[in-house]
């Protein structure tokens, strides 16, 4: 595996002062018994206020270390992989402690791989799926009644009919639909009532969508339970048909929230130009595992979730770890793309762009043609990177403009 | 939405949309509401997708050329790590110390990366000791950037000295300060008749600010304004009028002083015949001398004090001269803080020296508690080399006393890193603080500013002392203290590898 950059390295860090710490660490005084091997397994030993022994699984990426920390991953293992991707950790055979670790790793794996898939009870599914209709028609009934009274109380409403009709849902086992009727109180307070008007729309046609399943084609149905909420089986994706490509991972994307912190991994294939998000999750106090350094990329098989505008995958098998140079577009086929996108899903709210040549401002991004792309806030960070001069960014597009994730300039990848 | 994407609609979508509004009670719609949602999901829809990227926004002006060199990638990604917000556990001299990181880091002469300037530009705003180095390591990017947002245009220069074509008093003073500077560079004579026009009509403040310009090609012409300022109903206005008279050596004002002071301060062959002044008249105060001592001091030596520190020191020839005779005891000390303010008033880099030394072995118990801002205030005026001097000289006199004397602002006004003398001095004094038994925080503030500002090569020192330290107890509280100090100096080893790497 080739080394890593200290800009990956960092990435991997749950939180910024563990960075810090990572890099303070990194100094040469401490540490012992370092090396890595072909299994891409790096280990050392860190002298802090006890001696730690640490292992890292790059293939992973995975992270054990001893210290009583419950970062993942702690201190100690981002400051072993700063000084391995320094070139200052030598090629060397695993001591026992390191390998053990490795080889249970390896065994869980094929475990894993092997263990039987689990079965689903038709009743179960048959009887939760008349719960969610049961639900949704009761949204629908109170969609009509808004709109019978008029929507534009709702934009001086607050939160609490929203809330409401939202929980509801979640009881209702529909909590795609729930989110999105929370959405709509974003709607109503922005001031703009076509959008609140539309997404009242897209909501009637989410719960007709779901009552007419049946006579969808697969594809579309698949999309409307997944926005309804309706969830489906890892095993069950990982069972389709593998795209094969080389992923650039154009941008990660943290949501943190107290009940549930979110990571959106936007990925792209060289070869198809397929579109992917890796989403990974975290519940509250829990760090997010970083997988994916912006700016690399990794040949591999990604399974995607069955819809109209298919996105969201999982990977299934993932190779060494490459450099990635991902061709952009102009503003004019990214809005192609986006049609495109609504098109199969028509509740798509942000879709991935990756542009080429755009000047960025403080308020839009700029390409060739001339057309521009408004910016959400003002990314001072990304203007000084670009200082006026066209650069590659990747973000995402979303009903009110673009939020850069990655800008590519100067020969560098910044993060943003 | 613009008008042209209204109008492929047609009035429908306008009609959904308000109708929805309104509600279809009061306006009914054929179908009901549940056809006018599907009627507003497919126009919105269709809106939506169809959205068009905004046309004639204007092109911003590229950054020019940069000319320093760019930091390495490590180099740089250790500069994101010590800006980022998230603090561990946001300790007031942890802050400290980054702030003199970043600086540290800045004056590397390597290019800090784009994307950071905003909060660097942010944090000189805040932190003005950051901003020569950061006007270098900015680059051109920095300045394109300051150019765009009011907050960040001091890196264009902390003043803005232009000239102002017409109506010059009407513009707000900060301007009215910068055109009265550019003025006085270009023709000083010239910015006294401006202000001359408009004096009587400033307002108290504005008459302090803009006086304060003179020091731009202050000259004996001058006096006339100043003497005159000297009467000004605003204490602020007269001070700033002080200030520059003691300045002017052959000025009227510094012959008045020189007078009074010989008056009381005699050179008899080999020794100093002392005579404090016996009042405090009218036309001394109106010179500065403030009447009424402070708690503590006597009334005549206070006013001995006043005279001596607004003196010309040209009035006595070189110090020693007046310095090396015999001195009445009772008048050592306020000849010593007298002269010492006269120092650092008209800095006088010469006298400043001699009066940090004659200040230091004056015995502590005769000390004032505002001997410390005295010393400090003299420390400013010493030149940088003699700083560093005394600074080596005084920890290797008594450490425990310079601790407590307050060395931590001389040490701060060294230059950095600190010289060799002075670094071996500062390490050695740790040594015999901790073997002398000095608490954990008298230890502290000299660890904290070692840290920053020791040449990185001291760490091995550092090594052998903690390990004398740790072999006795390895207990010690103070253990920590010196673990913080080669913990920072690793760090600095480590970023300045980094930012001298190609």
């Known amino acids: ?416 | 939405m613009s008008s042209e994407d209204r109008s492929l609609q047609g009035p429908q979508w306008t009609d959904v949309v308000s109708a929805a509004l309104v509600g279809t009670d009061r306006r009914p719609v054929p179908g009901g509401p549940g056809a006018l949602l599907d009627a507003a999901a497919a126009q919105g829809l269709r809106m939506r997708a169809g959205v068009r990227a905004e046309a004639g926004v204007a092109l911003p002006e590229a950054a020019p050329e940069e000319t320093v060199p760019a930091a390495p990638r490590a180099a740089a990604v250790r500069l994101a790590g010590l800006l980022d917000p998230v603090r561990v556990a946001g300790a007031a001299r942890n802050a400290e110390t980054r702030l003199e990181l970043v600086d540290e880091w800045l004056g590397a002469g390597r290019r800090a990366p784009g994307e950071l300037l905003p909060e660097l530009l942010d944090l000189g705003r805040r932190h003005r000791q950051l901003r020569p180095a950061l006007a270098k390591a900015g680059g051109e990017r920095a300045r394109w950037l300051a150019v765009q947002r009011d907050e960040w245009r001091y890196l264009l220069g902390e003043t803005d000295e232009r000239e102002i074509v017409k109506g010059w008093d009407l513009a707000p003073i900060g301007r009215r300060v910068g055109h009265l500077s550019a003025v006085r560079r270009r023709d000083p004579h010239l910015a006294r008749m401006q202000l001359t026009t408009t004096w009587d009509s400033e307002t108290a403040e504005d008459r302090a600010a803009l006086l304060k310009t003179f020091h731009i090609g202050l000259s004996r012409v001058d006096e006339d304004i100043l003497e005159r300022a000297l009467d000004d109903p605003r204490r602020e206005v007269r001070v700033v009028a002080l200030d520059l008279l003691a300045r002017l050596p052959d000025s009227a004002y510094a012959l008045r002083m020189a007078v009074r002071a010989r008056g009381c301060v005699r050179v008899d062959g080999a020794r100093v015949d002392v005579r404090p002044p016996a009042q405090c008249d009218r036309s001394m105060q109106r010179d500065g001398v403030t009447a009424r001592a402070p708690a503590g001091t006597g009334q005549r030596a206070w006013w001995l004090e006043e005279v001596l520190a607004r003196t010309p020191l040209g009035t006595w020839g070189r110090p020693e001269t007046l310095l090396d005779k015999a001195i009445d005891d009772e008048w050592t000390g306020v000849l010593r803080r007298g002269l010492g303010r006269a120092a650092a008033g008209q800095d006088n880099s010469e006298w400043a020296a001699v009066m940090v030394d004659r200040l230091w072995s004056e015995p502590s118990t005769s000390q004032r508690p505002d001997d410390r801002l005295l010393l400090e205030a003299l420390y400013e005026v010493l030149p940088v080399d003699l700083r560093a001097e005394r600074a080596a000289a005084v920890l290797r006199r008594d450490p425990g006393r310079a601790t407590a004397a307050g060395v931590e602002r001389l040490l701060e006004l060294c230059p950095r890193p600190w010289p060799r003398p002075l670094a071996e001095a500062a390490v050695d004094a740790l040594g015999v603080l901790i073997r002398g038994g000095a608490s954990a925080w008298r230890l502290a503030g000299l660890t904290a500013l070692a840290g920053t500002r020791l040449p990185v090569s001291t760490v091995d020192g550092l090594g052998a002392l903690r390990d004398t330290l740790a072999g006795h107890r390895p207990d010690d509280p103070r253990l920590s203290a010196v673990d913080h100090l080669t913990d920072v100096l690793r760090f600095r080893y480590r970023m300045n590898e980094e930012l001298t790497r190609d």
């Open chain 1, 1 to 416: 595996m080739p080394r890593w950059s200290p800009e990956q390295v960092l990435a991997l860090a749950p939180d910024a002062s563990a960075g810090r710490a990572a890099q303070s660490l990194a100094g040469d005084s401490g540490w012992s018994d370092e090396g890595w091997d072909e299994a891409d397994a790096v280990w050392g030993r860190c002298r802090g206020r006890g001696t730690y022994q640490i292992v890292v699984d790059l293939s992973g990426p995975a992270f054990r270390c001893t210290c009583p920390s419950r970062k993942v991953p702690c201190k100690h293992a981002v400051g072993l992989l700063l000084r391995w991707s320094d070139a200052r950790v030598k090629p060397d055979l695993p001591p026992q402690w390191a390998d053990a670790w490795m080889a249970a790793r390896a065994a869980r794996a094929a475990r894993r791989s092997t263990a039987a898939p689990r079965t689903v009870n038709p009743k179960t599914v048959a009887k939760r799926a008349e719960q969610v209709e049961a639900g949704l028609a009761e949204l629908d009934r109170w969609l009509t009644d808004q709109v019978r009274a008029g929507v534009a109380g709702l934009a001086t409403a607050g939160y609490e009919p929203f809330d409401l009709q939202a929980a509801r849902l979640v009881d209702a086992k529909a909590p795609g639909a729930a989110a999105m009727v929370r959405r709509l109180a974003a709607a109503a307070v922005s001031g703009v009532p076509e959008r609140l008007v539309t997404e009242l729309g897209l909501l009637r046609l989410l719960v007709r969508g779901f009552l007419r399943r049946a006579e969808l084609p697969a594809e579309l149905a698949a999309t409307v339970a997944a926005r309804v909420g309706i969830q489906v089986r890892t095993e069950d994706v990982l069972a389709t048909a593998p795209v094969a490509d080389t992923w650039a991972v154009l941008g990660v994307r943290d949501e943190i929230d107290e009940q549930l912190s979110t990571r959106r991994a936007w990925l792209r294939g060289n070869a198809t130009g397929r579109p992917a998000l890796v989403m990974s999750f975290a519940g509250p106090g829990q760090p997010l595992v970083g997988d994916f350094v912006p700016g690399t990329a990794f040949p591999g098989e990604l399974c995607f979730y069955p819809g109209a505008a298919p996105l969201r995958a999982l990977v299934k098998t993932r190779g060494e770890q490459t450099g990635g140079k991902p061709e952009g577009v102009g503003i004019q086929q990214a809005l192609d793309e986006w049609a495109t996108a609504l098109a199969g899903d028509p509740w798509t709210d942000r879709w991935p762009v990756l542009l080429d040549g755009v000047v960025p401002t403080r308020t839009h991004l700029i390409d060739a043609a001339g057309d521009a792309l408004p910016l959400l806030g003002e990314p001072w960070d990304l203007v000084a990177a670009a200082g006026g001069r066209p650069c590659r960014v990747f973000g995402e597009y979303g009903l009110s403009g673009v939020r850069v994730l990655t800008a590519w300039v100067e020969g560098r990848v910044v993060v943003l």
